[in-house]
C-alpha cells in the first residue's frame, strides 16, 4: 500500500476500535436502540439530500438498513449495556470472520484451506477460554447479543453481495437512513413509548458527544475511506488491518474506563488474533507458485 493510504487506512482502524468505548459513553444514560438510531440518523439526514439512491432494487437497501443498523450496531451497543465491556465486545464482534468463513463454506461452495481451518479453530477455542475466565467483563446476555451482531455482519456482506451495487457508499448512505425506523420501532416493541422521553430527559452533552463521534468519524469518515481502499488495493491487502480494531478498543477501554483482562483472557486475546489473521492473511506465494503465474501470464500474452 501506498504510505498515505496505509496512515489513512490505521487512522480508521483506530477510530472504529475507539468507537467501542464512545458507544458505551452513548449508552451510559440513554438507550443503546434509540442512541444507535440518532447514530444513522445524524450520519444520513445531510448527505442524502446530495448523494442519489444507489442503482439497485429498494429491498436490498432497506434489508441493509435494517441488518446494519439493528442486527449489526444496536446488538452491538445493546451487549455493552448488557454488562460486556467495550473492549470485549470489540473482540467478540470480530468472530464475524469466523461465521463469514463457515457460510462461504456451507453456501457459497468455497474452499477451505487448512491454514483457514486452523485458524478457525483456534479463534474458537480461544473465543471460549476468554468467556470462561471471565473477570466480570462478560455476561451471557453480553455475549449471545454481540454473537448476533456478528451474524448479522455476515448477513449485511451477503446482502451487498447479492445487491451488485457499484455505489458502495451511496448504498451505505442511503442504508443508514432507513436504520433509524426499525431501530426506534423495536426500542418502542420492548420499553413503550417511555423510552423515547427517557431518552429526551436523561439526553446530555456526553451522549451527544458518542453519537457525533459514531456519525461522522465512525460512519462517514471510517466507511468512505474504507470503500476507496476496497476499490484500490486487493482484500487480502486490506483484511489484516482489520485486527487492529480490537487492539485500539481494549486500549482505548482500559485508559477511559479502566477495563482490564484477566492474564488468562490476554493470552486468549492473542491466540485469537492469531487465530483470526490466519484466515484473513493470505500466505505469500512460494517461489514456485510465482514461477507458474508468470508462466502463466506470459502464455496468456503470447
Not at 478457525?120 to 473465543?127: F, S
Request: aromatic share 10%.
Amino acid at each position: 500500500m501506498q504510505s498515505r493510504d496505509l496512515f489513512l487506512a490505521i487512522v480508521v482502524m483506530v477510530i472504529w476500535g475507539v468507537n467501542f468505548t464512545m458507544i458505551k459513553l452513548g449508552v451510559s444514560d440513554v438507550n443503546p436502540l434509540i442512541a444507535t438510531a440518532a447514530r444513522f440518523a445524524l450520519a444520513a439526514t445531510p448527505l442524502v439530500l446530495f448523494i442519489s439512491k444507489p442503482d439497485t432494487h429498494w429491498l436490498y437497501v432497506v434489508s441493509y438498513g435494517v441488518v446494519f443498523g439493528v442486527g449489526v450496531w444496536g446488538m452491538a451497543s445493546w451487549s455493552i449495556v448488557a454488562g460486556l465491556s467495550s473492549g470485549m465486545s470489540s473482540v467478540l464482534l470480530t468472530t464475524n470472520v469466523i461465521f463469514g468463513m463457515l457460510v462461504g463454506v456451507l453456501v457459497f461452495k468455497e474452499s477451505l484451506t487448512r491454514r483457514k481451518l486452523i485458524g478457525g479453530v483456534l479463534a474458537t477455542i480461544a473465543v471460549g477460554l476468554s468467556i470462561v475466565t471471565t473477570n466480570g467483563n462478560v455476561t451471557l446476555l453480553g455475549v449471545l447479543l454481540i454473537m448476533i451482531s456478528a451474524l448479522s455482519w455476515v448477513a449485511m456482506s451477503i446482502i451487498i453481495k447479492v445487491s451488485k451495487t457499484q455505489e458502495p457508499f451511496a448504498f451505505s448512505v442511503w442504508g443508514m437512513l432507513v436504520a433509524p425506523i426499525p431501530l426506534i420501532a423495536l426500542a418502542v416493541s420492548l420499553y413503550s413509548t417511555d423510552v423515547i422521553f427517557q431518552a429526551w430527559h436523561n439526553w446530555s452533552w456526553s451522549t451527544s458527544a458518542a453519537v457525533i463521534f459514531q456519525a461522522y468519524p465512525t460512519s462517514l469518515f471510517g466507511y468512505w475511506v474504507w470503500n476507496k481502499m476496497l476499490l484500490k488495493y486487493p482484500l487480502s491487502v486490506i483484511s489484516p488491518l482489520h485486527l487492529l480494531v480490537p487492539l485500539a478498543a481494549l486500549i482505548s477501554g482500559y485508559v477511559v474506563y479502566d477495563e482490564s483482562l484477566s492474564a488468562s483472557q490476554l493470552v486468549s486475546c492473542a491466540l485469537y488474533l492469531i487465530g483470526i489473521s490466519l484466515i484473513v492473511v493470505a500466505p505469500k506465494p512460494s517461489s514456485q507458485q510465482t514461477k507458474k503465474q508468470g508462466i502463466s501470464e506470459a502464455v496468456k500474452q503470447a
